[in-house]
């Protein structure tokens, strides 16, 4: 187990540090606040990624992508971080749909849907909860129904991030009548007449998610994904990618402990016992978690993640909730922020934490997390 | 509980059911809602704890806390609190007159200056609640033979308006060397310090955390009664069940402090250490309160159009305002350490002692 970066990352850290300080300054910033228009801004910023030959780059070289390892993989979200890289906007299309269809899909659909991905053309969203369904995901009641050569989707799915913007949609439905094993996975077409997308207004006053009404929807046989009623495998592959980029991915602990050390020198409480203490705490938590981290992408090489991803997000969780809140704390009335108001400069700990907050529901709550670990880690009963 | 304060309480917890429904309380939000204040402020809600010579309702201290903490199970969107226990407070004392409407109070950052009969009022008077709209502000202002009480238009400075976590307003209000007129200022009574406001305040604070915490307990115990996952209701999972027995205990824990300070007022002592040990309690329990709360709802309980957020927003505000509990802690602290090792088992003990001595750095 080696805990550093190996000889191969510290040089491919080293070229995309280079990489990005020449590449960022081109684009126009500032970044626009609005996804319509972050939708442009970003494409532009894929398109210079690409060319550089870092799309896809979890994804195999076969389609395009660089084969990289999950280590080089949390090496380019660290510098992309640390250099203040643009919104991933399709961080869906390139982190969750296209490894599954790479993992599961035919020949014809990687030939059809990795390259526009990869460029950055189509932008992808996730219909898998619904009102109904949410932890108990098998329990989701969105229907598919024979159509001549395909299937009518009618139901409602909710917290699906950047639906305004997408052009597809990986989606659950019921098939079938029995838990899990009437669910198929399908690659939905988003722009087409019976699909209704209503924002979502959070507490942070953002819409980042939204509600999908689906009303007879037409997906034609050749999305299905694997095969009719194999849904829910694929979904569980899916989800363990969402879990490896919660735990690894644009979080990134060891920047936001490097800028709380900061406010505590800049707030001249540093010689406070207490907030030494804390500060200690705090930092020897985000080591054991980058550790930990190291010790899982060491495990796993270039693998399919498994259950063991529910531990980073378990244990980064409180971390990052922990942090926001301390940062507040010592922030005093300044740190928090209105709602609507910039949530950067010294708003960023509020989103912060806001994030945290939502990071313990995303992606599978909290106890849903312990449950993976008990049942599939631990091998504990049912 | 007195039967009084019980009429009290069940009297404002039926007009709040009826006035400050969810709707009322998110339609405030970067509005004033003149109608809920109305109502209120003809029942006497507002003035509750003010002398009735003054026009107030001659209630207790600790009754008109008990109000604002219920207030605030409803998230009443109305300085409550401020219009009496500190505006008011600050007037009836000095012998000025306390105005009808919302009323604010400041205490730090603001000077006066006394020149042959004129008085003139220089300085920052930072995050007002409700600023923008106070008929008056009560400001508690340093002059060069003491401590002053003006009462003051917020027009006559520059309003900065601002709000907190909660979308609340709070506005600060510049002074440029503002003359006071002549039956608007009075010196300060002696009673009446800045590190008294400071109680006030933080009390104030921990009652209404109390409060909220209380009402997004009953939420989350009715959402996880209601939300079915798995076939069941997800109160049945045990993992939900021992969150939902957490919050209880925070629950549980920031009424208990409050009502410890409550008590003390009650008794008729300053409870400098009891406001302090509330301040501190009920800060804790607000951001745990507030983590479980959410969790419970998972994320339906994040979206505008749910109400918890309009509980769990202002726990999070109030747990800074008037004094964080890293501050209320190093008070009590200093306090502890003043008063001796001897000091402590009673300190904490017994409740019907009487008030500790000042720490010369309690008051900063």
């Not at chain 1, 016992?273 to 705090?282: G, K, Q």
């Not at chain 2, 008109?64 to 008011?88: C, D, H, I, K």
Request: proline share 4%; with cysteine; charged share 20%.
């Amino acid at each position: 187990m080696f805990f550093g970066d190996t000889e191969e990352e510290a040089q491919f850290r080293a070229e995309v540090r280079t990489w990005l300080e020449a590449t960022l300054p081109t684009l126009p910033w500032p970044e626009p606040a609005g996804l319509e228009d972050r939708l442009v801004f970003f494409r532009q910023w894929q398109s210079l990624v690409h060319e550089a030959g870092y799309a896809g780059l979890s994804w195999p070289a076969e389609y395009g992508g660089r084969g990289a390892s999950l280590g080089l993989q949390a090496v380019f979200a660290e510098e992309l971080d640390r250099a203040g890289a643009p919104d991933r906007v399709n961080g869906i299309g390139e982190g969750f749909a296209g490894m599954t269809i790479i993992e599961h899909g035919t020949d014809a659909h990687k030939s059809r849907f990795l390259a526009p991905i990869l460029r950055g053309e189509e932008i992808w969203c996730q219909l898998f909860s619904e009102p109904g369904a949410g932890s108990d995901l098998a329990g989701l009641q969105c229907r598919a129904e024979r159509d001549g050569d395909g299937y009518r989707i009618t139901g409602q799915k909710v917290w699906t991030s950047r639906g305004q913007i997408a052009d597809w949609a990986i989606l659950l439905a019921r098939t079938s009548g029995k838990r899990h094993d009437g669910i198929t996975y399908f690659l939905f077409p988003m722009k087409q007449e019976g699909v209704t997308i209503r924002p979502l207004t959070q507490i942070t006053g953002d819409a980042e998610f939204n509600e999908v009404f689906l009303e007879n929807a037409f997906v034609p046989d050749e999305c299905i994904l694997g095969r009719v009623g194999d849904g829910w495998r694929l979904a569980k592959a899916t989800l363990g990618y969402e879990r490896v980029v919660i735990a690894t991915g644009r979080m990134n602990i060891q920047k936001w402990l490097g800028e709380l050390m900061e406010l505590v020198r800049e707030s001249g409480q540093g010689e406070d016992p207490a907030v030494r203490a804390r500060v200690a705490d705090l930092w020897g938590r985000a080591l054991v978690h980058r550790l930990n981290g190291a010790r899982a992408l060491t495990q796993l090489g270039t693998g399919a993640p498994g259950p063991e991803s529910s531990v980073g997000k378990l244990f980064m969780t409180p971390l990052a909730s922990d942090i926001a809140d301390f940062a507040l704390e010592l922030g005093g009335l300044d740190a928090r922020v209105a709602p609507g108001a910039e949530m950067q400069g010294d708003g960023r700990w509020q989103r912060m934490s806001y994030m945290a907050r939502g990071m313990a529901i995303a992606g599978g709550t909290t106890q849903i997390q312990k449950n993976i670990v008990a049942e599939r880690v631990l091998g504990l009963p049912r | 509980m007195s039967d009084h304060r019980h009429l009290l309480l069940d009297t404002v917890g039926r007009m709040l059911s009826e006035c400050c429904g969810p709707d009322v309380v998110g339609a405030a939000e970067g509005s004033w809602p003149a109608d809920l204040w109305r109502v209120v402020e003809a029942a006497g809600l507002p003035l509750a704890a003010v002398d009735e010579a003054a026009g107030g309702g001659g209630a207790t201290v600790a009754d008109a806390l008990t109000v604002a903490r219920l207030a605030a199970s409803y998230a009443a969107p109305l300085p409550l609190g401020e219009t009496g226990l500190l505006a008011g407070h600050l007037l009836t004392t000095a012998g000025l007159a306390v105005p009808s409407g919302p009323l604010a109070a400041a205490w730090t950052g603001v000077e006066v200056r006394l020149d042959g009969g004129r008085c003139v009022l220089s300085g920052r008077a930072d995050r007002l609640p409700w600023g923008r709209v106070a008929s008056r502000i009560a400001v508690l202002a340093e002059g060069a033979d003491g401590l002053h009480v003006c009462s003051v238009e917020p027009s006559a400075g520059t309003v900065e308006v601002g709000s907190n976590v909660a979308g609340e307003p709070r506005d600060s209000v510049v002074f440029h060397g503002v003359e006071i007129a002549a039956g608007d200022h009075a010196r300060a009574a002696a009673e009446v310090t800045r590190a008294a406001l400071d109680g006030r305040g933080a009390l104030l604070r921990a009652a209404q955390i109390a409060g909220a915490i209380t009402a997004a307990t009953r939420l989350t115990v009715i959402y996880a009664g209601e939300r079915q996952q798995f076939g069941r209701p997800i109160a049945k999972f045990q993992a939900v069940g021992q969150q939902l027995a957490l919050l209880a205990a925070e629950e549980a824990a920031a009424n208990a402090a409050v009502e410890l300070a409550l008590a003390a007022l009650d008794a008729g002592r300053d409870g400098v250490d009891e406001i302090a040990a509330a301040k501190v309690r009920a800060g804790e329990a607000a951001g745990s309160a507030a983590e479980i709360a959410h969790q419970v709802h998972g994320a339906i309980g994040f979206t505008r159009e749910h109400r918890l957020h309009h509980l769990t927003r202002r726990l999070w505000a109030w747990r800074d305002e008037y004094g964080s509990e890293a501050i209320w802690a190093r008070r009590l602290g200093e306090r502890a350490l003043t008063a001796g090792g001897n000091a402590t088992w009673t300190m904490i003990t017994d409740t019907s002692r009487s008030a500790a001595p000042v720490a010369s750095g309690a008051t900063t």
